[in-house]
Nanobody
Framework: QVHLVESGGGLVQPGGSLRLSCAAS????????MGWYRQAPGKQRELVAA???????HHADSVKGRFTISRDFSKGMVYLQMDTLKPEDTAVYYC??????????WGQGTLVTVSS
């Protein structure tokens, strides 16, 4: 069983920045990709950004140019730098890991609130 622990969420004003971190208990050889999803109240969970073991990244159109995903799979870590935050970015952010067997694992989530 892979355990994921997110950190870095909180309350921030519009235009501000936050950096989310996710620590996985998986070894680098077992990581296919890691990413971040978010779920706002009353909405479906959506992909925010993802990065593969080969370093290929994907960012949702809604966050391109504002959010940046990065990884250090040797430490089982993935990060999400969030800049120029908007109220519509308010959501619970979940870390996701897809292992070599293509099973998906999820963290408990961290709340990001963008409000003045």
């Amino acid at each position: 069983q892979v355990h994921l622990v997110e950190s870095g969420g909180g309350l921030v004003q519009p235009g501000g920045s936050l950096r989310l971190s996710c620590a996985a208990s998986a070894t680098i050889n077992n990581i296919n990709a890691m990413g971040w999803y978010r779920q706002a109240p009353g909405k479906q969970r959506e992909l925010v950004a993802a990065v593969t073991s080969g370093g290929i990244t994907h960012h949702a159109d809604s966050v391109k140019g504002r959010f940046t995903i990065s990884r250090d799979f040797s430490k089982g870590m993935v990060y999400l730098q969030m800049d120029t935050l908007k109220p519509e970015d308010t959501a619970v952010y979940y870390c996701n890991l897809r292992d070599r067997a293509n099973f998906e694992h999820w963290g408990q989530g961290t709340l990001v609130t963008v409000s003045s």
